[in-house]
């Protein structure tokens, strides 16, 4: 059918109203051999929008590499797994930006519970979050305010369900203004031989739907019901904002662990984006099985809904499983014993149809490939911009500042400061594993049970971006986002086994947001194949655009260790006095887009220096069997602010200063970047110096962090002044 | 005067709080009651009601997921 | 010696407290719709969010079948300790003096603080000395301690305030830096802080097990009154 | 009958949330406002009132700290 024939179809107007294009209505009439009705209609614009269907995105993720020899569940799954010491090490990344520009609280606490279940749904208990967080300048009202909001929002619900949020970044560029970022990721362990997968098999088998009530929830719902023509009463059948409820999420956790303990399940799979619809559809079409769901038997919170906005409503805290017959009985006792709804909603059927009942009736009958597969997935067209995207931030801090000023200026900015304001409202310590607390250590480490020599194991968790270095350089700036990540784990001690990424980009149909989209993506992928890890899961972000353009295009890396031996690992400040202190690692720091440039008013654009992979990787394994032999301490690596911020944070956590003597003694020596390539570390003199490639450039102790040149230049700064200056710097912003 | 603010979850909007309490209430031996809603309640004096509405609206309610009432109790 | 603690819907800290009292005895969870304490020699009300904290911490929960037997149990001198929202269980269901109010900060606090112990001798405090500093994190949302001034002024002259917060390190604003207090017995005890979260050094501190070891010298069900 | 239940933190009670937002209004451009308490809101429907003072007295409010009054609004 041409576009013509399709412009001409009665439906058109309600399918683009919906979000979908003319042409792509066209395909879905030609595959079904006639209109949608309503209820497949508002099914169709879900599945075959950008979020469910990852049509723009989808042939560029096909780079990443996905095979690991520790992998255990990759790409398409809930989320991803990896073997550590006889566990399967669930995680994933996903963001909320959209609802939690709405509304920050809600948006960024049903961000934390919608991962959450991606990893239950693999069998998972959840032991850790971590988030990555972007906002506009904090000097801006609005921006402090989506600060605060989110942040407490996170704490609302890690803290209530009782999971760890051990670790994440903040960021703040002009560019997040109108459009903030949260990025939350989970992790979780399970025994391998019980994670659950989310195809629906087994014919006959029931459909079993529980935990919260069905109400008219949903930012993606919003497009339907918008279009619904409502009249002005009509106000309480508007989609509503998401509210989050920990504690019915609390009691889905338990009582999904225990149906998959006592072995009651065939497949789990959660609700989130696109509720019930993309739930049931990716269960069907993973196991290559047909459904039929009655909404009839969906429990509502809310008087007459219709069929097509129970299919659509994004109710938080839901879960959708397949059961046999046999065993429905004993799924819904558990259910109740946890005081959660549960509700027997369907069938497996043979074939192919996803078919919508209300009691007989059917209201919608569509082959589940059609609406899973058979989205056109679209080519991007990218293009490198002639000159940069991105205005230059307004200046703070003038060129002609002493190195002394600078190195407090940067340590007070809020991009740099110490984020206890932020990390202290998160339970940090709750189930008992945490070994390294946020600022202990550059990574987080969780200890696991006790192995069979007796020695408890642990894994390293971190999650990193640059963005204003992916805006330089996209592919360069991505690759360190990944080494970035991969430094942090070597600090303390750990073996990079897979990751994790969320991709927050503008809008993709611009050639410019295409480039940087295709570029970081290739950045990750030459950032895993350096390190031997695969992608194991992700999500994608796009059209997170303001009205003065995109957003810095912001992937986001997460990533998981392993550590033979909980007890070996490290501190990132300084111990004790009189430890040697050196560096390790290729890095070659320039001042390209990096956090001094900013403060300078620079735009975030230039040149990266290219980067000897190898010789970085070797530096973290240099850094890695220091920490795990004891030798080092203290490891840290150096990033954003550069070496000189770097020493002021070793300097800061303990209140423990240092004197060294550096070869360089310029701004881009002191304050330059090169993510993931370099390292601070401390330890005994001997050890120190056989670290290979450590050149040791001082010692640890007395009340100053004295910074000195080769040729005589120095500058010192007193411990207490560097912890002011850098506990400040966000508390100013969050009384 | 004396102004009280009701403020209570939109219709529609799930109530998480309310919810749990209506649940748990038979079992606490409190039987017959429903449609529990759970919301704040904000006392203030003002000497200037006429910004009152504006009040609410900025700061005292998050109007995406609730509405207030101004209940003025005295002069 | 067989420790039981308590599990509500919404408990978070259950298992870790579980862990705890395992280090130093026969340990059990007790579900909160059970009506008998399973003939344990001692009960633990753990910390979390039982039914989601919501109406106010601890509100829901008193009323759990299981805490009539704790009632039952504490009246007849057996060793109770309520963590955290433990503590505000306790304090709602009247078995501890005060109550317990929103953080002065109106946020969430999770940090290391240091506590004092005011009052050895509890079945929970056997092992501590007078005056002894503890390393315990605190993680709470409402952990001010409110009670009227006659209240605070009797429970200083009984005894009963167990442990304070080190000078300074007040998080939310308590009452007189209260950290802990004990029912008039003394064999009900409860705190905010943690001490199941300080049974470890390789996760932060050991200090908090003195808790748990203390019931095997100072808790066989005698009340250790004034 | 629909029931509100009005719950305020009793008088001498610290109210930092009141406080906060009092201390918030001036810089916001709500000049005259003081006396700012924050409580609870709750909203129910019962069949039997009379059990409505002991459902506040054990449940509702913590008499401890706060006050409640009961207002009944229809039949
Ligand atoms: N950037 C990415 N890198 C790798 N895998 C990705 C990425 N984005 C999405 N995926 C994978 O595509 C699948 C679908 O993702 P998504 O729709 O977010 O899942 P869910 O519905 O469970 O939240 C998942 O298996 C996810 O891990
Ligand atoms: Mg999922």
């Known amino acids: ?735 | 005067m004396k102004v009280l603010v009701l403020i209570r979850p939109k219709q529609g909007i799930l109530d998480p709080q309310g919810q749990t309490v209506e649940r748990a209430l038979p079992a606490l031996g409190f039987e017959g009651v429903t449609d529990v809603r759970i919301g704040r309640l904000v006392e203030l004096e003002v000497t200037d009601p006429s910004k009152l509405d504006e009040l609410c609206e900025q700061l005292l309610a998050n109007t995406l997921i609730e509405d207030f009432e101004i209940q003025i109790q005295e002069d | ?226």
């Open chain 3, 1 to 226: 010696m067989r420790i039981g603690v308590v599990r509500f819907p919404g408990s978070c800290d259950e298992v870790d407290a579980l862990d705890a009292c395992a280090m130093v005895a026969d340990a059990e969870l007790l579900w909160h719709g059970r009506t008998d304490l399973d003939g344990v020699d001692a009960v633990v009300v753990p910390g979390g969010f039982s039914y989601g904290d919501y109406l106010r911490p601890g509100a829901i929960a008193r009323f759990s079948p299981v805490m009539k037997a704790v009632a039952d149990f504490a009246a007849e001198g057996g060793p109770v300790l309520g963590i955290c929202n433990g503590f505000q269980v306790l304090c709602e269901a009247g078995l501890l003096p005060g109550a317990l109010l929103t953080n002065s900060g109106l946020r969430f606090l999770c940090k290391q603080v240091d506590i004092i112990v005011e009052r050895p001798g509890t079945p929970w405090t056997a092992d501590c000395e007078a005056g002894e500093r503890l390393s315990i994190p605190v993680k709470h949302m409402s952990g001010r301690w409110h009670a009227d001034e006659a209240t605070v002024a009797e429970l200083e002259a009984e005894g009963r305030i167990v442990f304070r917060y080190a000078p300074g390190d007040n998080p939310n604003g308590s009452t007189s830096d209260v950290a802990g207090v004990c029912s008039a017995a003394g064999n009900v005890v409860g705190l905010m802080p943690h001490p199941e979260h300080a049974v470890d050094a390789l996760t932060g501190s050991a200090d908090g097990l003195k808790l748990f070891s203390s019931i095997l010298n100072g808790g066989d069900r005698v009340g250790t009154a004034g």
């Open chain 1, 1 to 735: 059918m041409s576009e013509q024939q399709a412009e001409s179809l009665p439906g058109v107007d309600r399918a683009v109203e919906l979000g979908l294009t003319k042409p792509e209505y066209a395909r879905i009439v030609e595959l079904i051999a006639r209109e949608p009705n309503e209820v497949e209609l508002a099914m169709f614009s879900l599945l075959w929008s950008e979020h469910c269907a990852y049509k723009h995105s989808k042939k560029v993720l096909r780079r990443l590499p996905t095979e690991g020899d520790r992998l255990l569940m990759g790409v398409g799954e809930n989320a991803g797994a990896v073997e550590v010491a006889g566990l399967a090490v669930a995680f994933k990344v996903e963001s909320h930006n959209h609802p939690s520009a709405v509304e920050p609280f809600q948006g960024a606490a049903t961000g934390v519970g919608g991962i959450l279940r991606d990893v239950i749904a693999l069998g998972a208990r959840p032991i850790a979050m971590l988030n990555s967080l972007r906002f506009g300048h904090p000097s801006s009202p609005r921006s402090r305010w989506l600060l605060d909001r989110a942040v407490a929002g996170i704490g609302h619900y890690g803290n209530s369900i009782g999971v760890a949020t051990v670790g994440g970044e903040i960021h703040f560029d002009p560019s997040y203004e109108s459009n903030c970022l949260i990025n939350a990721m989970c992790v979780g362990i399970a025994d391998p031989d019980r994670l659950m997968r989310c195809a629906a098999t087994g014919v006959g088998n029931r459909v079993i739907l529980f935990g919260a009530l069905t109400g008219r929830d949903g930012i993606g719902g919003a497009s339907v019901l918008a279009s619904a023509e409502l009249g002005d009463d009509d106000a309480d059948k508007r989609p509503t904002v998401q509210i989050g409820d920990p504690f019915a999420e609390k009691k889905v956790l338990e009582a999904s662990l225990e149906l998959i303990d006592a072995d009651l399940l065939v497949a789990l799979q959660d609700l989130g984006a696109a509720g019930l619809t993309s739930s049931a559809s990716e269960m069907a079409a993973q196991g290559g099985v047909g459904l039929d769901i009655d909404v009839a038997n969906v429990p509502l919170r809310e008087q007459g809904m219709e069929p097509f906005e129970i299919m659509v409503s994004e109710s938080q805290e839901r879960m959708l499983a397949i059961v046999e017959p046999s065993k429905v009985a004993a799924v819904l006792e558990v259910c109740e014993r946890w005081e959660l709804l549960a509700s027997d909603i369907g069938e497996v059927t043979e074939g192919d149809r996803m078919r919508i009942l209300v009691g007989d009736n059917v209201v919608g009958d569509i082959p589940v490939t059609t609406l899973v597969d058979d989205c056109p997935l679209y080519d991007l067209a990218p293009a490198p911009p002639e000159h940069g995207l991105y205005p230059a931030p307004p200046a703070d801090l003038p060129e002609e500042a002493d190195h002394r000023d600078t190195l407090i200026a940067l340590l007070s900015g809020a991009n740099i400061a110490s984020r206890r304001p932020v990390f202290q409202q998160y339970d940090q310590i709750v189930q008992a594993r945490t070994v390294r607390r946020p600022d202990e250590a550059d990574a987080a480490v969780l200890a696991l049970p006790v192995g069979e020599n007796g020695i408890r194991p642990a894994i390293a968790v971190s999650i990193d971006g640059n963005a204003r270095r992916v805006a330089a350089n996209p592919e360069g700036g991505a690759l360190e986002a990944v080494l970035e990540c991969a430094a942090n784990l070597a600090c303390v001690g750990a073996e990079p086994l897979g990751l994790t990424n969320c991709l927050n980009f503008g809008n993709p149909e611009k050639p410019h947001v295409a480039w940087q989209l295709i570029n970081s993506v290739e950045g990750i992928a030459v950032g895993c194949e350096a390190l031997g890890i695969p992608v194991v899961g992700g999500n994608v972000s796009l059209y997170n655009e303001g009205p003065d353009g995109p957003i810095l295009p912001t992937p986001v890396i997460g990533m998981v260790g392993e550590m033979p031996d909980a007890t070996k690992t490290s501190s990132s400040g300084f111990l004790t006095d009189g430890q040697a202190v050196a560096l390790v690692g290729p890095f070659s720091p320039n001042l390209v887009s990096s956090e001094l440039a900013a403060r300078r008013g620079q735009a975030p654009q230039g040149e990266l220096p290219s980067l000897d992979i190898s010789a970085v990787i070797a530096a973290h394994h240099a850094v890695r069997d220091g920490v795990r032999s004891g030798a080092i301490q203290t490891a840290h690596d150096i990033s954003e602010g550069g070496l000189g911020v770097a020493l002021a944070e070793c300097t800061a956590v303990a209140g423990i200063g240092c004197d060294v003597t550096l070869p360089e003694f310029t701004d881009a020596a002191l304050f330059g970047e090169s993510p993931g390539q370099g390292f601070v570390i401390a330890g005994d003199a001997a050890a120190i110096a056989a670290i290979p490639g450590a050149r040791v450039v001082g010692t640890t102790g007395g009340g100053n962090l004295v910074v000195s040149a080769e040729d005589g230049a120095s500058f010192s700064v007193p411990v207490a002044e560097v912890q002011a200056a850098r506990d400040g710097g966000l508390t100013a912003y969050l009384p």
